[in-house]
């Protein structure tokens, strides 16, 4: 039986690289170059094209190549009771937390505006904004979530966390629910996203979520684009509700040319970067499965798929 890496725009030559020195032998099929459809039975998949899942009869599996499963769930067509699953993996955690962390230093360093004032020749001190007085409200706190609290508590800011149910982590004020969603905000000067996309979290980057944030509070989006409701975000920062936004994930990707946050001064746009699947590191987990596919194991790491996580 056969592994079908189905990641049409992404380079796969290191995931062949990887599979094959940890399974050597293991069949692997590039789409679209898929050789007979019945021969596969596990499938490796970021941003496949909708429908073309119900065509293999005998998958066992299909693994996200990322962290999310929202380009699986997307797709109407999924084959059901097909397993799902997605990569958890520190290195992923590792440098989620390092975008995120440069995202609020920038911001509360203002790096930004040195950056300008040097090609100005300009020799402006300015006041930081200290790391105390900074209670950044992470949104969602699974694995990535809770990396980066603990690491921005090292560094001295006080964060909250907002997630669906309740969850206890050490030094972080958890929130939990709709209801406890405007004390949250209230309180938050940096607000992370960093929650799945669900038909739940769609949109939670609105016009109310900014007015119940502190005025000119900053917001950073490293999960999707879809939670962010573009046109409020331009609002919210020509009131100066917000003073800024750090975004790395976007509605349409790539960014199209013309699109306004390309040249708005106020936001910081990189190419849904911020977290890194290393082939190397999540090789072993793919291949675990893939095994355990073969001997009827139990998978690791399986999606929900009500849940959408
Ligand atoms: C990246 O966006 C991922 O889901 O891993």
């Known amino acids: 039986m056969a592994l079908m890496i189905i990641a049409p725009g992404t380079r796969v030559t290191s995931w062949v690289k990887h599979l094959e020195r940890l399974e050597p032998g293991i069949d692997i099929r590039v789409w679209p170059d898929t050789g007979a459809r019945d021969e596969i039975d596990f499938a490796l998949s970021w941003q496949h094209p909708p429908g073309e899942f119900k065509k293999y009869r005998y998958l066992k599996c299909i693994a996200s190549l990322g ?45 930004d505006d040195y950056r300008t004032d040097q090609s100005q020749k300009k020799w402006q001190p300015r006041i930081p904004l200290l790391a105390a007085d900074m209670r950044i409200g ?22 909250s966390g907002w997630r669906k149910t ?6 972080v004020d958890c929130f939990a629910g709709t209801e406890a969603l405007n004390d949250f905000l209230s309180q938050t000067r940096i607000l992370i996203c960093m929650l799945p996309l669900t ?3 769609k949109g939670i980057l609105n016009r109310d979520t900014f007015a119940k944030l502190p005025a000119g509070a900053y917001v950073i989006n490293v999960a999707r684009g879809a939670h962010l409701l573009e046109d409020d975000l331009l609002a919210a920062l020509d009131t100066d509700q917000l003073s800024g936004a750090c975004l790395d994930v976007f509605e349409t990707e790539p960014l199209p040319s013309d699109h306004p946050f390309w040249s708005h001064p106020k936001i910081t746009v990189t190419p849904h970067i911020s977290s890194i699947t290393f082939s190397r590191a999540v090789a072993p987990q793919i291949i675990e ?11 690791l790491n399986v999606v929900d798929p009500q849940r959408g996580y």
Not at 97 to 104: H, K, M, P, Q
Not at 146 to 153: M, N, R, S
């Open 199 to 201: 038909p739940q979290t």
């Open 166 to 171: 309740p969850q206890t982590i050490d030094g």
């Open 67 to 111: 962290a999310g499963v929202d380009h699986l769930l997307a797709d109407p067509d999924l084959p059901a009771g097909v397993p799902l699953t997605r990569v958890v993996e520190h290195s992923m955690a590792q440098s989620m937390s390092e975008y995120v962390i440069l995202a609020v230093l920038n911001h509360c360093r203002q790096f």
């Open 289 to 299: 499965n893939y095994r355990r596919s073969q001997t009827g194991q139990p998978l």
């Open 138 to 159: 992470i949104m969602g706190l699974g694995q990535l979530g809770t990396d980066a609290a603990g690491k921005l508590i090292a560094l001295g800011f006080a964060v």
